[in-house]
């Protein structure tokens, strides 16, 4: 386009170069045939301009109409895909939002089974419990069996009681039988074993938790008592004894707080005895069954540091 200018420029000034020779009056005797040929050749160059300047003019009208409509096809798609893009984001939001309803629902109902269970396993160990008892009374004697002998003497194992006298009734010599066992306050005794925890007086704070497990095995603080000897044996490298005592925790009281916890340190545990794909499979578990917890966070955190998928294919 400026190369053309430029020769069109040169060509404008030619032209009027000899257009001022042309009309400059000159003698009849220095007109010549160069001078004719000269002004033949100016006029060709001059047409030779205009039909130049013609096709430039015709060409960039059609370069005009084709940038326009390229301009006009652009903002056109542009709105398309404004568009697309609009419609997707309201598909993905509206995705987004059935799943969080979903997850919900499913968390929900997994902790419903998880209540349920619980249920179940303490109905279970209270059945056990009164079945145990039944049969301590069944193999009770009735009474104490009396003794023959000479007069005056007494019956062996009861002092004081004459041959032939009855056996008061259970009971009676209450200061001869041994106390029996008394259960310590459950919640004292959980604060004492977590405030030894918290301590790292590791040795006293398990027996604590064991006290509570023992004479209160159907409370959730027993569940949380699982959980915190878990955490012990964790702590203390002793991880096969963690697993075992997170496994009590998610068997016998899946809907205890500490369950996401449990579940995520079983995990860690597995993991720390080289049992790659049980511990990639609880983290997963985890994160369906618990996916709105901080510890599905930390369960997700720790397989995407391990180059793992958090959903299997």
């Not at 893009?85 to 629902?105: F, I, P, V």
């Not at 004492?192 to 938790?209: H, I, K, P, Q």
Request: charged share 15%; net charge neutral; glycine share 6%.
């Amino acid at each position: 386009m400026q190369n053309a200018r430029t020769i069109r420029n040169r060509i404008l000034a030619a032209a009027v170069v000899a257009t001022m020779l042309m009309v400059t009056p000159v003698r009849a005797h220095a007109v010549s045939k160069e001078i004719v040929q000269l002004q033949t050749q100016v006029q060709q160059l001059l047409d030779m301009v205009q039909r130049l300047q013609s096709t430039m003019d015709t060409r960039f009208a059609v370069l005009q109409n084709l940038a326009q409509q390229t301009a006009n096809q652009a903002v056109a798609m542009n709105n398309t895909v404004n568009g697309l893009q609009q419609k997707l984001n309201a598909q993905n939001e509206a995705l987004s939002g059935k799943m969080d309803a979903t997850s919900g629902q499913i968390q929900s109902l997994n902790d419903s089974v998880d209540e349920l269970k619980t249920r179940i396993a303490k109905l279970q160990k209270s059945i056990d419990n009164m079945q145990g008892q039944l049969q301590n009374i069944q193999s009770q004697p009735a009474a104490m069996p009396g003794a023959t002998g000479t007069p005056g003497q007494t019956t062996p194992g009861v002092p004081g009681q004459t041959p032939g006298q009855a056996p008061g009734p259970q009971g009676a010599t209450g200061a001869q039988n041994p106390p029996a066992n008394q259960a310590p306050p459950l919640a004292q005794t959980f604060q004492a074993a977590l405030g030894d925890y918290n301590a790292a007086r590791y040795d006293l704070a398990s027996s604590e938790f064991q006290d509570v497990i023992h004479y209160y095995p159907m409370d959730d603080m027993a569940g949380s008592a699982q959980y915190y000897l878990g955490e012990i044996a964790y702590h203390q490298h002793k991880f096969e004894d963690a697993v075992q005592h997170y496994n009590a925790v998610l068997e016998g009281f899946s809907g205890n707080s500490k369950a996401p916890a449990a579940q995520l340190h079983k995990g860690y545990a597995l993991l720390d005895l080289h049992r790659r794909s049980e511990g990639i499979h609880e983290l997963r578990a985890l994160i369906q069954r618990y996916p709105h917890t901080p510890e599905s966070e930390h369960a997700r955190s720790k397989l995407n540091a391990m180059g793992v998928r958090i959903v299997p294919r």
